[in-house]
């Protein structure tokens, strides 16, 4: 099943004090930061899975398949913490690590 991701999403990765923090630490006048990074990273992770010849890339922009949006909100929850006034745990490194390791072996 291939969809979306959505800010339910990233919250299951990040708390809503650190969403809120990266929406406030930019000047984003295009709507909501958080929004616009989810659907860079989408875009990160369907150019990975369209260079993979065997997977069937969902016409549908932005949808990624189910298995792949907790690593896809890993890797974007890395970019929000970089962007913030404190030090990120190498765990949300590893995570992250983890993440682009799993989308490369897929293409």
Excluded: H
Aim: one cysteine or more.
């Amino acid at each position: 099943m291939w969809r979306k991701p959505t800010l339910e999403d990233i919250a299951a990765t990040l708390s809503s004090k650190e969403l809120e923090a990266y929406r406030s630490s930019t000047a984003f006048e295009a709507g909501d930061p958080v929004e616009a990074l989810i659907q860079r990273t989408a875009a990160m992770v369907r150019s990975y899975c369209r260079a993979n010849r065997a997977i069937k890339v969902s016409p549908v922009e932005g949808e990624l398949p189910e298995s792949l949006i907790s690593p896809a909100m890993d890797y974007a929850a890395f970019d929000i913490l970089k962007r913030l006034p404190l030090a990120i745990g190498e765990d949300r490194r590893k995570a992250r690590e983890s993440a682009l390791e799993l989308f490369e072996k897929g293409s």
